[in-house]
Every structure is written in structure tokens, then in C-alpha cells.
């Protein structure tokens, strides 16, 4: 059990990352590639826009997507996953699968 | 994305669950099979016997294990997964996975 001990903390710092609200939907909306944060905001209707800039920060920390700035005129910001993002992508099938079956 | 909407508060639930502290090691332990209270409890030193019996309790009422009764004397009480419970397996092999390459 050693080995599972040592993981503990990170296996559950990454079930609450992707526990919090709106943070499945928004990495959901990300695999289909970079947004701008009025095209995700647009995808999902019940979040405020203050909500969507705070969680994209935590993901940014978390190192789960990144901020493009392009310099053009308008400037253009796309949110894009990162590596470490992307590879979620399992987690969350697995994931739904089992909601979809087992969670009235 | 109306699919994904609906299924939204199901997958978060899951994550949560999940998420909070002790649960995933709870259904490590009880994938090799069932088990007493007092296996699992020595199993996860860090963690109360008191904070072990909450878990139980809402593990039990989220359908993911079942505690049974033997009338034997003494009598012997055994913790098990359910089918629901078992189903978690590919889920925490995801995340165990991401979390190992990913998770610092």
C-alpha cells in the first residue's frame, strides 16, 4: 500500500481539480481545440463571465491549459489545453461512461 | 452541447465523490475484495476509525459498496463493492495514470 499511500494526495488533488464546478465542461470544450473566451463563455449559458476568467486562472496554475496572446489588431487571447490538458481525455470518457450508467 | 449540460452536475458528483479525502484509497483497498473494518482501517494508518465509519456511511449511501452481516459468533461485518462500485475501476486507473505522469 505504499505506493498507493504516496499517490493519495495527488489522485485526489486531481479528482477535485476536475470536480469543480465547471471545470469538466470547460476542458470538455477545450479538446476540440483553442477558443477565445467568448466562444467558450457562449457554450455554456449558466456561467458568469467572472466565474469563467477565475477557473481559467486555476487551470492555468494547475497547468491544465494556457493563455495565447496574439498581437494583432484587435488583439486576439485564445485558451488552448496544454499537453498535461489533453491528456485528461481518458479520465473524462471513463468518467462519463460511468455517470451515464450509475448516477441517476 | 445540450448532452453534455445534462450530464454536467452527474459528473461532478463523481468527480466529488471521488475527490474528497480517504475515498479513492477506500475503493482501492475493497477492488482486491471484501473486507472488515478493522483489514481496511490497518491498511490506512493515516486515517481514524472514526473518519473511516463516516466514509462507509456515505460510500454505502451513494450505492458504491454494500456492508454486510454475518450471524456468526463473533459476528463478522464485511465491507464490499458494488457492481457500481466496481465499475470506478478504469476510472481510478485514468486518473491514477494521469496523476503519476502529470501530478507533482
Redesign the interface.
Known amino acids: 500500500?505504499a505506493h498507493?499511500?504516496t499517490?493519495?494526495p495527488?489522485?485526489?488533488?486531481?479528482?477535485?481539480l476536475?470536480?469543480?464546478?465547471w471545470n469538466?465542461?470547460i476542458i470538455?470544450?477545450l479538446m476540440n481545440g483553442p477558443q477565445r473566451f467568448k466562444e467558450i463563455s457562449d457554450?455554456?449559458p449558466?456561467m458568469s463571465d467572472r466565474m469563467l476568467a477565475e477557473r481559467f486562472k486555476e487551470l492555468e496554475a494547475a497547468?491544465i491549459l494556457i493563455r495565447r496572446v496574439y498581437p494583432e489588431t484587435p488583439v486576439r487571447i485564445e485558451y488552448e489545453l496544454t499537453e498535461?490538458g489533453h491528456?485528461?481525455e481518458?479520465?473524462m470518457d471513463?468518467?462519463?461512461?460511468?455517470?451515464?450508467?450509475?448516477?441517476?
Open positions: 500500500m498507493d499511500h499517490l493519495c495527488r489522485f485526489e488533488n486531481a479528482f477535485n476536475l470536480g469543480k464546478r469538466g465542461l470538455r470544450v457554450l455554456i449558466g497547468g498535461k491528456a485528461l481518458p479520465i471513463a468518467v462519463q461512461t460511468w455517470a451515464e450508467k450509475w448516477v441517476e
